[in-house]
């Protein structure tokens, strides 16, 4: 009765040897998933960055041209509305 009890612990732990093999690669399979989940995100996020500092950068030009504009109409002499 020893062996037959033997033999079938043996066979369960085998089974539960391949068990734990298909989980840890399945694990394994998902941290590469999520490796590949970050990447995406950071990359995502560094877009984001570039299009805001492009922005930025088109803002300060533009405050640049608006101030121009103010210094020449300051500049120029009043006009008076032409009357034919």
Same mark, same amino acid.
């Given at each position: 009765?020893?062996?037959?009890s033997?033999?079938?612990?043996?066979?369960?732990?085998?089974k539960?040897?391949?068990?734990?093999?298909?989980?840890?690669?399945?694990?394994?399979?998902?941290?590469?998933?999520?490796?590949?989940?970050?990447?995406?995100?950071?990359?995502?996020?560094?877009?984001?960055?570039?299009?805001?500092?492009?922005?930025? /950068? *088109?803002? $300060? &030009? #533009? =405050? /640049? *041209?608006? $101030? &121009? #504009? =103010?210094?020449?109409?300051?500049?120029?002499?009043?006009?008076?509305?032409?009357?034919?």
């Amino acid at each position: 009765m020893t062996e037959v009890s033997n033999d079938l612990m043996y066979e369960l732990l085998k089974k539960i040897h391949q068990r734990m093999d298909r989980l840890e690669n399945g694990i394994g399979e998902v941290k590469h998933e999520i490796v590949a989940m970050r990447l995406q995100a950071l990359s995502t996020q560094t877009d984001i960055n570039n299009i805001y500092s492009v922005t930025a /950068r *088109i803002d $300060q &030009r #533009l =405050e /640049r *041209i608006e $101030q &121009r #504009l =103010e210094l020449r109409e300051l500049a120029e002499p009043p006009q008076v509305p032409y009357e034919p």
